[in-house]
């Protein structure tokens, strides 16, 4: 199928008194086909996307779960497209790092005296999720299938005074973790119930989910949130259900709706090395404008009380 029009989006009012508006644009392929089709069909695929949103009236494009992580994670799409082009990677960063801290303090764990773990740790989002954590916690272990890019990353982050380690081995790597962010681009789920360490936090950022559902049904002793969950500022509508809440969005969604609102139609998040000062400053502008994180949600559920009082006896021990 082509790219169609899927929905228009109403209502983004900032807190400034700024408004936008924008449509979603449906690029018809599953997870496994990005990964698994020729990338350059792919991202022609893309491409044609990003065109009819032209056409449509929008003066940026987000780039939504796998048209970021196929090819060059939108450094080639933006050269394609005559507007500005983000995978919304940075705010995803800041928001993903922000609720695993909050969702940690909740069961009480301390992160400089925790062993975090990011899995994901040498792609777009990982990589800075690595970076912004490295200083908050005791011990940072980073995951991936290939070894020569994690210890280019650790090295880098142990110059800095952090005690990094790498694993190739999930397994071995979740085993004693307090804290997990896990942002991988595998098709499948790849964390199982019985890897999981009693009392963990952990945040999963990844489309489709890392964490098996199954977690959900038979640990009660872990706590897993949706990474990226955000609030948008007015009265929007989506026209759309992709099962969050009303007045919610993910949070790729919302930097480009940050940006429109800033009046920043420019490239912003690309490639696979993004800036801190960016995640930094796409930050600041979401909390001008009124966005923030929203309530932890996990399995598509909000996470209640007793859940989180669960956890905090198992952290506790
Ligand atoms: N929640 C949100 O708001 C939001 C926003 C944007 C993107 N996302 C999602 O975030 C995920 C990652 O996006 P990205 O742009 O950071 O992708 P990316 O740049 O392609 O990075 C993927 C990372 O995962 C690792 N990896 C892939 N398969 C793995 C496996 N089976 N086991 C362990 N590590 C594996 C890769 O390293 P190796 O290849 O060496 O293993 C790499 O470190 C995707 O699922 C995407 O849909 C979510």
Redesign the pocket.
């Known amino acids: 199928m082509s790219p169609q029009l899927v929905s228009h989006i109403t209502g983004i009012r900032s807190a400034t008194g700024a408004t936008t508006q924008g449509w979603f644009v449906g690029c018809p392929l599953t997870?496994r086909q990005f990964v698994e089709s020729n990338p350059e069909q792919a991202i022609d695929k893309i491409v044609q996307a990003g065109q009819l949103a032209q056409q449509l009236g929008a003066e940026i494009v987000g780039l939504?779960?796998?048209t970021?992580?196929v090819g060059d994670?939108g450094i080639t799409v933006a050269q394609a497209l005559d507007i500005g082009v983000t995978?919304?990677?940075s705010y995803?960063v800041a928001?993903?790092v922000q609720a695993t801290l909050e969702a940690a303090e909740l069961v009480g764990i301390v992160p400089r005296q925790a062993h975090a773990t990011v899995?994901?740790?040498?792609?777009?989002?990982?990589?800075v999720c690595a970076q912004l954590l490295a200083p908050q916690v005791g011990a940072l272990t980073l995951?991936?299938?290939?070894r020569p890019?994690?210890e280019e990353l650790a090295d880098a982050l142990s110059l800095g005074g952090s005690q990094v380690d790498i694993q190739t081995d999930?397994n071995q790597a979740l085993r004693d973790a307090d804290m997990v962010v896990t942002?991988?681009?595998?098709v499948d789920s790849?964390i199982q119930p019985e890897m999981l360490k009693p009392g963990a936090v952990v945040c999963d950022?990844?489309?489709?989910r890392?964490v098996s559902q199954q977690v959900a049904e038979q640990r009660e002793d872990v706590l897993v949130i949706?990474?990226?969950v955000v609030s948008v500022p007015g009265n929007v509508q989506f026209n759309l259900d992709f099962g969050f809440p009303p007045q919610t969005a993910?949070?790729?969604?919302a930097e480009t709706m940050i940006l429109a609102l800033e009046g920043r139609c420019e490239d912003y998040s690309l490639g696979?090395h993004l800036e801190l000062s960016r995640v930094r400053e796409i930050d600041r502008l979401a909390q001008k404008h009124g966005f923030s994180l929203a309530g932890f949600r996990s399995f598509e559920r909000p996470v209640t009380e007793e859940q989180i009082d669960k956890v905090r006896r198992q952290a506790r021990r």
């Open positions: 997870a939504g779960a796998f970021s992580v994670a995978t919304g990677n995803t928001t993903a899995l994901g740790a040498t792609g777009s989002i990982g990589r995951v991936a299938r290939r890019p994690l999930i942002v991988t681009s595998a790849i950022v990844a489309r489709p890392d949706e990474g990226g993910y949070a790729c969604m696979r």
